[in-house]
């Protein structure tokens, strides 16, 4: 016996053996089935979030788990111990996203259930579904017949759904909030809609995460929520990734796997710390570099793929403007603080305190970085108090991050610290001009009363 096929949901893994049986294990108590389903034998399983779709070798789906969404039919609450027929037959492919499914037939007929809050379920609406509801490509004119609806696979993120066609077109339905579908813009799709990315061959998703991967027989592909930000059209990866895990590893801030790859009996397996060794090694490292950063006397060096696939600033600029450059004469930044953006670029360590916050608040921003903007900001909120704000106040300014759990901290700091002592100055027998002084300010400081 071995293993032909393993899936996992938020709390259970389930495993499917080459003599078509499946195997769960977990720690909840919902699970508790034997830890094995004997009377039946199986060809394929999917796990959703919260349960588990499994395709009979008769080709009759079956489903187990929670039902909050309808993602197992019917109208109960769950079935953790019982299998329930779906009723849906003849079926070829299956796939799940957190919450929702979608099959195909021998026909090739497309089938989608549960949640549909996005438009994942491909139906047009909104609606969440407990049972089956067939979905259909766009109508087009007769003679367009440009379109092979002949499904190759489906794979299911989050809150969205690809299909692959056999002729290397890829579609897509759900959420687009981040970019998950390619499109270009951030607009969810509750119908089919074809990606800008030709010549297809493979495609993963995670049920967990908000991107798509594609693979075109020599290169992979990317878009949606990535450790640079949101890329809402599919980009090439550099590197020259070998799977789908590393090519997750590339985009992602925790490296995950994709199971068994195709080659059925090769497992793969991605150790983070091996991988942020590795990368480690390409900073300056002055064995093993194809370009260096000149600050003042001194020189970082590093790799240009690298520092293309870890930022888009870099991406930009190794692409255009310093292209054919093997030196990059750095300015504007100190070489303590321009080492410590690009250490962290290779593996994740930064330090961030009042005496740096200015300069890297400033990199992240030029540099059009999301991450470090978020880390800069967090600093921001975490160490703001009434000693410190009177320093903070122009950076928050400048930035225009007064936003959100900051500016309500800053609200606070001031009604309950500041305020205070504002009035109690204002009141003292010693200081008889200050409410006048205090008055002209406010009434002609148009400024501040342009609310």
């Not at 953790?80 to 026909?107: D, K, P």
């Not at 991988?275 to 020189?299: H, K, M, T, W, Y």
């Not at 900051?406 to 002592?421: A, C, F, G, R």
Request: proline residues 2%; negative net charge.
């Amino acid at each position: 016996m071995k293993i032909a096929q393993i899936d996992s949901g938020k709390n259970f893994v389930a495993i499917l053996t080459d003599d078509g049986q499946v195997y769960l294990a977990s720690d909840s108590n919902n699970w508790k089935i034997d830890n094995v389903i004997n009377c039946d034998r199986f060809k394929m399983i999917r796990c959703g979030r919260d349960h588990l779709l499994l395709l009979r070798q008769d080709g009759i789906i079956f489903a187990m788990g929670d039902n909050h969404f309808g993602q197992i039919t019917g109208h109960f609450p769950s079935s953790y111990r019982t299998m329930i027929n779906t009723g849906i037959e003849n079926v070829e492919l299956i796939a799940c996203g957190q919450f929702h499914n979608i099959v195909v037939t021998n026909s090739g007929e497309i089938y989608s259930w549960g949640s549909n809050d996005c438009g994942q379920l491909g139906l047009g609406d909104n609606r969440d579904r407990n049972k089956a509801a067939l979905v259909k490509f766009p109508d087009y004119d007769d003679d367009d017949d440009s379109i092979d609806t002949k499904i190759k696979n489906i794979v299911a993120g989050s809150n969205h759904s690809l299909f692959l066609l056999e002729n290397g077109q890829l579609w897509g339905c759900g959420s687009n909030s981040v970019g998950e579908l390619g499109l270009g813009d951030k607009k969810n799709q509750s119908k089919l809609t074809k990606i800008p990315i030709e010549n297809v061959q493979k495609i993963a998703c995670s049920k967990f995460h908000n991107f798509s991967l594609a693979h075109d027989g020599s290169s992979y592909y990317a878009w949606g929520k990535t450790i640079n930000g949101d890329w809402l059209s599919p980009r090439k990866l550099d590197g020259l990734p070998a799977s789908f895990a590393s090519a997750a590893a590339m985009i992602l801030s925790s490296p995950i796997t994709f199971g068994l790859t195709s080659t059925i009996y090769v497992f793969e397996y991605n150790d983070p710390l091996l991988a942020i060794q590795s990368i480690s090694r390409l900073f300056n490292n002055p064995d093993d570099f194809d370009v260096e950063f000149i600050i003042g006397e001194q020189c970082i060096r590093a790799w240009k793929c690298y520092l293309k696939m870890a930022s888009v600033y870099f991406c930009r600029m190794f692409s255009g403007d310093w292209g054919e450059n093997n030196r990059v004469i750095i300015k504007d930044y100190s070489y303590d603080i321009y080492y410590a953006y690009l250490r962290w670029l290779h593996d994740g360590y930064i330090r961030i305190d009042q005496t740096n916050i200015d300069e890297l608040f400033d990199i992240a921003n030029c540099y059009c970085d999301e991450r470090l903007q978020k880390q800069c900001k967090k600093f921001i909120g975490i160490d703001l108090n009434e000693q410190t704000l009177i320093d903070y106040l122009p950076l928050i300014k400048r930035y225009e991050i007064g936003t959100g759990g900051l500016q309500n901290k800053i609200s606070h700091l001031t009604m309950e610290n500041v305020m205070p002592k504002i009035i109690d100055n204002l009141l003292a027998d010693d200081n008889e001009n200050c409410m006048e002084k205090f008055l002209q300010w406010f009434y002609f400081e148009q400024s501040f009363l342009e609310k």
